[in-house]
């Protein structure tokens, strides 16, 4: 047998390779490609992807995870035969037709919503969304789901999610979220953010996220950070991680939280388990736990009092005339502020997930046929006015404000919610085991809490899936407890609400 | 006969999109890459380098060809078709196991020549070198050669050119070269290189550097320029052309003249023909003829009393202290002093084909026999001080200079001088064709000769090969006779000599 698994190592490795030069060439794209270069990297990125998918479903490979699938496997072997098997059986029933025509609808769907969105005229869009939603259904058909359709299509961001098994949890999430958002709407409290609204040099906010990625424990050896417009983390490999981050020169959280959290994504990438480089095993498990670890340094470190203890000081160096006046308090309170608002990306963590909930629902309905794309606006509409109390003015600042559907990522967005999720669940665990941890954040001590995540989770790559991790990890399975119980801690105490 | 072109051509763009990749790979492994990304990077470009071995040499590529060598084909159809043609066979004779072993050989070798260069010590590199030989021998043997066995390695470089044809046009060049360094000995004359070695701070040599570019009308929406130790020309397409170049503080010339140098070459890939982009035809010809590019930007242009009339004055705004008290004619004789020298990257414009022409000489005597690797130190040094009248005192500074050989790069050095001479031929005839030619570069009007430039060498992409290409363009084979007058004419004026 260890013939046949050598061989079939080698494969992975040739995968890992094609998958190395494409991680460059898309960070590339976004970091320092020239602007006519942009035709031919599209040519050669859909090169590229064909191989891939030749190399996966090549009959040679099939062979060998028949073979390995018949044998006594161990350890690694059982995840990478489980993993390839899975990715492989889902690609060999897409046809090559199928695929191309999705891409190429992708592709010209993706340019419609551009100018849909800039004419804020959903109709421009309308008929490109049902043909990608028709195509996403042939795909949900072909690859064949149990349960809900929808499970198809979330498969390919969290391998083995159920939509039955997230929808409940989410419904409880959403009905406690509904409710602080009112009870700290009935505050009247608006922390002042003035301070945040002034001119930071770029210069001092590029030192500050150098000191802050150095602190953090971020590889600059094995790894970067460069600009792009829409800062993302990617790279070829554990050893070679890119993040990007963008400047605003009159708003400082902007960098400075984008920074942290592509850096926490970048961090499970130096800390996947290097005997397992090139396979399956020693890759991130899903876009749910990659997500928990961004969004776990991004606001439960980096937006916590213990953070602003350390570095409220550091900033009012970098930035004395704008910042010396400021108490650790009113800062504190000023990167927390909750305000319902029309635009994801900019929410805060109270109103975020209300968001995400929304897409995540209406993608089923779509999926389902509960909900008919020509009534999405209107749909989208009204259940932000339930959430959140706010009713977008055009379809701009509603329907049409996210990219992912035009690029035919149906099933995408409930990962950041279970990002959210996940990380309050590993945070919680991560206070367990080590008592001191507000304590060591309060003093710019991350190393003990980045290597608790480095052994209990990036090292795993993986090994478990998303669901067996977080209940090794934290002796429960997910629960929207724990993000909930946190979000009253902080913002209770913030907005003086008891539960 | 349409379909099996058609077939062939998708092919072709495929292995041009495998390029890309790798022509990516290699810009960022210079320039942005992690140092720890290195291992990962090797084993990736090995991956795509097999990768497109394959793709060339697959049985269906193997059968288009064989077909369309027996149809009626036109225009670029036959380009295409000869190219892959010699490509593949060329290929297809060397066993995978040979490809393997020369790659590892030439890994390890290059390993072995930085410290045997360290030490200065050519016994650590001398058992490398002599397995590379002997392999190249084997690679020789196995692609086949009418002539000497050195054609079949020169081909790699320069397709079709052969030893016979370029050497008897080397040993004029040689004794030529030989007796105009002597007369220039003996005038003792040494133009006053100091105002080069002064501070020249890097943040105004960069704006020079920008200035030069738009000067010579590099398209910075289809190209990049930036930092790299060993300046060099990538890229992914002639939309997407990547220039390096490097700073030093004290010398003025380094990043100058590399930043000329090398958007010679980058002029040379965004002129290729786009309607044949992704084949050979659209491709360049051979290294020579890029050579000839880049040498004629930084040479005949950028170092004629005419491109000083016009960037002096500018310089000596960029940079009052160092250069206000410069005349021209002081200037023009500081960046042409010629005095023969050790280091060939380092040597003037006259010396340095000596320096080819001594490993030209090395290369064919190797893969003849006639001198040993082990002779190889002493051979050096013999030659070296008769053509140049100088003696390395250690290999550092001797045999054991350049990287090439531990790379397996025999046959590529020719190609150096080939530019030159190829460079002299253009340029002539670009004044027979332009009469205004110098007074435009005197008031750094470079359009006239980037388009004649455009037109006759860089859109022909490679429809002719490097001697059809001379010849149509200048009417002439190629002769070492233009670019000694050239020498003569420029080096007689500058040091007071007539033939």
């Given at each position: 047998m260890s013939n046949t698994y050598d061989a079939f190592v080698e494969r992975l490795h040739e995968l890992s390779d094609i998958n190395h030069a494409q991680g460059l060439m898309s960070w590339d794209q976004e970091t320092y490609m020239p602007p006519r270069g942009a035709p031919m990297r599209a040519r050669a990125m859909g090169t590229l992807a064909g191989l891939y998918h030749e190399r996966l479903t090549a009959p040679e490979l099939?062979?060998?995870?028949?073979?390995?699938?018949?044998?006594?496997?161990?350890?690694?072997?059982?995840?990478?035969?489980?993993?390839?098997?899975?990715?492989?059986?889902?690609?060999?029933?897409?046809?090559?037709e199928l695929v191309i025509e999705l891409s190429q609808t992708e592709s010209l769907g993706h340019e419609a919503w551009i100018e849909a969105r800039e004419k804020s005229d959903f109709a421009l869009f309308q008929l490109w969304l049902e043909k990608i939603v028709a195509l996403k259904?042939?795909?949900?058909?072909?690859?064949?789901?149990?349960?809900?359709?929808?499970?198809?299509?979330?498969?390919?961001?969290?391998?083995?999610?159920r939509a039955e098994e997230i929808a409940p949890v989410f419904a409880q999430l959403?009905?406690?979220l509904v409710s602080l958002v009112e009870q700290?709407?009935?505050?009247?409290?608006?922390?002042?953010?003035?301070?945040?609204?002034?001119?930071?040099?770029?210069?001092?906010?590029?030192?500050?996220?150098?000191?802050?990625?150095?602190?953090?424990?971020?590889d600059l050896e094995a790894g970067r950070l460069d600009l792009a417009v829409?800062?993302?983390?990617?790279?070829?490999?554990?050893?070679?991680?890119?993040?990007?981050?963008?400047?605003?020169?009159?708003?400082?959280?902007?960098?400075?939280?984008?920074?942290?959290?592509?850096?926490?994504?970048?961090?499970?990438?130096?800390?996947?388990?290097?005997?397992?480089?090139?396979?399956?095993?020693?890759?991130?498990?899903?876009?749910?736990i990659h997500e928990s670890q961004?969004?776990?340094?991004?606001?439960?470190?980096?937006?916590?009092?213990?953070?602003?203890?350390?570095y409220l000081p550091k900033l009012q160096v970098l930035f004395p005339q704008q910042l010396s006046a400021v108490g650790l308090d009113a800062f504190y309170a000023a990167v927390n502020q909750v305000e319902p608002s029309l635009i994801r990306v900019e929410a805060d963590e109270v109103t975020y997930n209300l968001h995400i909930l929304l897409r995540f629902e209406l993608e089923c309905d779509l999926i389902e046929g509960r909900v008919a794309v020509?009534?999405?606006?209107?749909?989208?509409?009204?259940?932000?006015?339930?959430?959140?109390?706010?009713?977008?003015?055009?379809?701009?600042?509603?329907?049409?404000?996210?990219?992912?559907?035009?690029?035919?990522?149906?099933?995408?967005?409930?990962?950041?919610?279970?990002?959210?999720?996940?990380?309050?669940?590993f945070f919680h665990q991560a206070h367990q085991d080590l008592p001191d941890l507000e304590a060591q954040i309060a003093q710019g001590a991350f190393g003990p809490?980045?290597?608790?995540?480095?052994?209990?989770?990036?090292?795993?790559?993986?090994?478990?899936?998303?669901?067996?991790?977080?209940?090794?990890v934290t002796g429960a399975k997910l629960s929207a407890d724990y993000f909930i119980d946190y979000l009253w801690e902080k913002f209770g105490a913030l907005y003086g609400l008891s539960r």
């Open positions: 099939v062979a060998l995870v028949a073979d390995l699938k018949d044998a006594e496997l161990t350890g690694d072997a059982v995840v990478n035969v489980r993993e390839i098997d899975h990715q492989q059986s889902r690609s060999l029933k897409l046809p090559k259904k042939e795909v949900a058909e072909r690859v064949g789901y149990e349960g809900a359709m929808y499970n198809a299509l979330l498969d390919e961001y969290e391998p083995y999610a959403k009905e406690q700290i709407a009935a505050t009247g409290r608006y922390p002042a953010r003035g301070v945040l609204d002034q001119e930071y040099p770029i210069k001092q906010q590029e030192l500050l996220g150098q000191q802050v990625l150095a602190d953090m424990g971020f829409h800062p993302f983390c990617a790279g070829t490999s554990r050893d070679d991680v890119r993040l990007t981050t963008r400047y605003s020169a009159d708003w400082l959280p902007g960098s400075l939280f984008g920074t942290i959290h592509e850096a926490g994504h970048g961090l499970y990438e130096q800390g996947l388990p290097a005997d397992a480089i090139g396979t399956p095993a020693g890759a991130s498990v899903s876009l749910g961004s969004r776990l340094w991004e606001n439960m470190v980096g937006r916590s009092k213990a953070f602003w203890t350390h020509a009534e999405l606006p209107e749909v989208w509409n009204e259940r932000l006015e339930q959430y959140l109390g706010i009713r977008p003015p055009n379809d701009a600042l509603g329907v049409l404000q996210d990219t992912h559907w035009s690029c035919g990522l149906l099933g995408y967005f409930p990962t950041y919610t279970l990002g959210n999720l996940y990380a309050a669940q809490l980045k290597t608790w995540l480095n052994e209990k989770i990036h090292a795993r790559g993986a090994r478990a899936t998303a669901s067996e991790l977080v209940e090794e």
